[in-house]
């Protein structure tokens, strides 16, 4: 498994988003075009939130 793909589940388990142990192996799945638009569109909610500090 290469480096990229390592860094991203340790970045995950670090911020308590990885919970199930079998991603290690699925982690080449291709996710649908809708799962990636959703997070796409939860990214850009919260980067634009008002509700968030000014610093």
């Known amino acids: 498994m290469d480096d990229r793909k ?3 589940l340790g970045r995950l388990s670090r911020l308590g988003i990885k919970k199930d142990p079998q991603w290690l192996e699925r ?3 291709p996710a649908p075009l809708w799962v ?8 850009m909610e919260q980067r634009e939130s ?5 610093d």
Request: aromatic share 6%.
């Open 27 to 29: 982690l080449d799945e």
């Open 50 to 54: 008002p509700h968030q500090p000014f």
């Open 6 to 8: 390592l860094e991203l």
């Open 36 to 43: 990636v638009l959703e997070l796409m569109m939860e990214l």
